[in-house]
């Protein structure tokens, strides 16, 4: 009997902590909680219940998808953290998912993918349209639109304004934020090209070092 793979996909790249499990393609269980704060302490107890309603272990896991992003600065370091981690110590690999890419999976030809920015702005990716474009930071009018005549779908915030332009489809995502990352662990899992998850930023740190105080430098311990 062929063993199907156990793959855990979990998020806090946004308001909230989120996670599922897959055996093979089936979803086992998933768990979302909203919370504009607190992922930190939240995300490893939610995903020991969202194991422990798979009725398994972190030893079973084959592999783990974690979202990369873009969002939340805070909460994407604490996902991929944690996710790095986990692979580290259980010896399985760990597989970044960006928002565009849980967002188009199961859609089939070009698809814009967009995911709410700070004031009013736009994190934008074209998938499935061989143009390989970057992810980038915009507004609905610095937009940039593939060809015309792909006629790309829309997924995600304004997806009605930015199929208007495109003459494509408005699509809502086909699954849950977390199962969507884990299905795309499962695809790319034995992916041999594979490296460590890593924060996808979008936009400079809102934080930044004051500029009336110095810099505190300090004492070399060993002087």
């Not at 760990?94 to 004031?119: E, K, M, T, Y």
């Not at 304004?158 to 884990?182: F, S």
């Amino acid at each position: 009997m062929t063993h199907a793979p156990l793959i855990l996909g979990f998020d806090t790249s946004g308001p909230c902590c989120t996670a599922a499990l897959l055996r093979g393609d089936i979803l086992v269980a998933s768990q979302t909680q909203d919370m504009a704060r607190g992922q930190a302490e939240r995300i490893m107890p939610l995903i020991q219940e969202v194991l422990i309603a798979g009725n398994v272990d972190f030893s079973n896991l084959d592999a783990i998808g974690v979202g990369i992003g873009p969002g939340n600065f805070t909460g994407i370091r604490i996902s991929v953290s944690a996710a790095r981690g986990l692979a580290l110590a259980l010896d399985i690999p760990a597989i970044g998912v960006s928002q565009f890419q849980a967002l188009a999976l199961g859609v089939d030809g070009p698809v814009v993918c967009s995911v709410a920015a700070p004031r009013d702005r736009l994190y934008v990716q074209t998938l499935n349209d061989n143009s390989a474009s970057a992810a980038a930071l915009c507004d609905l009018d610095t937009l940039r639109l593939p060809n015309p005549k792909a006629e790309a779908a829309a997924i995600g915030v304004h997806a009605d304004e930015i199929a208007k332009r495109t003459g494509g489809r408005v699509l809502t995502a086909k699954y849950p934020p977390a199962e969507a990352i884990a299905r795309q662990a499962l695809c790319n899992m034995h992916n041999a090209n594979l490296t460590p998850p890593a924060p996808l930023y979008l936009r400079p740190a809102d934080a930044a070092p004051s500029r009336n105080a110095p810099p505190v430098i300090l004492a070399d311990p060993s002087a």
